[in-house]
């Protein structure tokens, strides 16, 4: 939970809410990317960034997320984020 | 020695034992007499004991296993209230997987939604935010947990609840911070730390400047670090370094994600949602001065502690942890995990007694894990 993940933004989906489509380890999930937009939101795209609960909170260049990524896997944690991304999908499922 | 597939960098890491090993004698570590080093973040423990760096280390060197899990720091009064919340009927609890499995007094979340509890595991407080939406008939309550890396996330979206005026989302606010459990170790007449290795992805957040005190006030080093293994090595070395050469200072070994000022988006959406509690419960730890935070009175309508009036709104009454738990002196690096008498007995990661033993990043569940350290291999 402590430790973020690195993903890819592909696209933005909601300026108003400063929401992002990013890949993550082949995933893709909506990011709230705030917290790393300095200009308009369109130039995020393409741009890597460490992803905490969702929220983008640093960008980083694409060898230290191939880093990043390959220590995470090493701890089990890239897998725990991913099979946590599922269960929140779930979540939201069960509501409907 | 399995290094060479271990280690992405073998080379890297045995050239910095070999340094670590150079200066620790220099400065006559031997391990009746070893320097101690606390990692903060649980995500460190957990590299620690993953690549077994206490145990290829130089044995003068020994690792403190500090509070930075927030998942084992969570107080089991604090689970209690977590379930009192999402037995309501209206309610639908949405929390990190990782606090199921915490024990309260009478149940776990995984245990009272077994009971029937609509109790709903996210990734993100953004999931419980949609929920919310989806569901405007029911109350949507989000687990608000962890350290400065994840406080940015519930307090952006309380500013977004605000915008939509969503009447139905409120946040169980349990955010703490990392400097001021340090204060607090500090300042513990038994304190037998001699420096520091800083968590990184909390200082993407707020930065290197919060640690000026340790090396300022208290004069030991701080070094924040990366977790791969090799940024943990050099970390060490970093903060013997400075005891070699006599000198206290806050060093960035993660200067490739962690900027000085930390991040200023982050950091005003935090300024503007939380403000300090006078005081906050730490498992095993105690109440500690401002080391927790609350929902500022202008977002009151979205604080659970007022809407269902529970935790500190009320005032809390201190409850005692189980019967022969040692997670108090283990979180403090006076014992070790082994030496508690529960480890591995009436307290194992399938049926945790303490915290320590549920998450990955804590001490208990990594020796339990990875087969201890030296201490346990020489048992
Ligand atoms: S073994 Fe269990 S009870 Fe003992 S200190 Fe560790 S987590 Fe606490």
Redesign the pocket.
């Given at each position: 939970m402590c430790l973020g993940i690195p993903g890819r933004i592909v696209a933005i989906t909601d300026e108003a809410r400063q929401l992002a489509l990013a890949e993550i380890s082949g995933v893709r999930r909506e990011v709230n990317v705030a917290c790393i937009a300095e200009g308009p939101l369109d130039d995020l795209v393409g741009e890597w960034a460490l992803i905490h609960v969702g929220f983008a909170m640093s960008r980083i260049d694409p060898d230290e997320a191939e880093r990043t990524l390959q220590a995470l896997r090493d701890l089990g944690e890239a897998q725990e984020a991913l099979d946590a991304m599922a269960e929140g999908q779930r979540a939201l499922e069960a509501a409907k | 020695m399995k290094f060479a597939s271990e280690f992405r960098d073998p080379a890297l890491a045995k050239a910095l034992l070999a340094r670590i090993s150079d200066v620790a004698d220099r400065i006559g570590a031997t391990r009746e007499k070893p320097v101690h080093i606390m990692e903060i973040c649980g995500g460190h423990t957990h590299s620690i004991f993953r690549y077994g760096l206490d145990k290829l280390i130089h044995p003068g060197v020994e690792f403190i296993h500090g509070p930075g899990c927030p998942v084992c720091v969570l107080p089991m009064s604090r689970v209690d209230e977590c379930v009192e919340i999402a037995m309501r009927p209206e309610v639908i609890f949405t929390t990190f997987g990782d606090a199921m499995r915490v024990p309260g007094h009478r149940m776990s979340l995984m245990q009272a939604k077994a009971g029937g509890a609509d109790i709903r595991m996210v990734y993100s407080p953004l999931d419980a935010l949609e929920l919310a939406r989806r569901n405007p008939d029911r109350e949507v309550v989000f687990f608000g947990l962890g350290f400065e890396t994840t406080t940015p996330s519930t307090a952006l979206s309380i500013q977004q609840a605000a915008r939509e005026r969503l009447t139905n989302f409120t946040v169980f606010c349990n955010h703490i911070t990392v400097p001021e459990p340090i204060k607090a170790l500090l300042d513990d007449p038994d304190m037998m730390l001699d420096g520091f290795i800083g968590p990184g992805h909390v200082s993407m957040v707020i930065g290197t400047r919060p640690y000026d005190f340790i090396a300022r006030d208290y004069g030991k080093p701080i070094v924040v670090a990366g977790f791969e293994p090799t940024d943990l090595l050099q970390s060490v070395l970093m903060v013997l370094t400075q005891i070699a050469e006599g000198r206290a200072a806050v060093e960035n070994q993660y200067a490739r994600v962690v900027p000085e000022d930390g991040n200023p988006v982050s950091l005003a959406a935090i300024a503007d949602v939380y403000e300090r509690r006078p005081s906050f419960e730490w498992r095993g730890l105690g109440e500690i001065d401002a080391s927790g935070l609350r929902i500022r009175p202008k977002y009151r309508p979205f604080d659970a502690e007022e809407k269902f009036g529970i935790g500190y709104a009320v005032g809390r009454k201190a409850v005692d942890e189980p019967e022969g738990?040692?997670?108090g002196a283990?979180m403090t690096g006076r014992i070790k995990?082994t030496a508690?008498p529960?480890?591995g007995k009436g307290?194992t990661p399938d049926m945790?007694?303490?915290?320590?033993?549920v998450s990955s990043e804590?001490a208990?569940a990594a020796y339990w894990q990875y087969g201890g350290s030296r201490g346990l291999a020489a048992e």
């Open positions: - | 738990c040692a997670c283990v995990p508690c529960q480890f307290c945790p007694l303490g915290a320590l033993m804590g208990c």
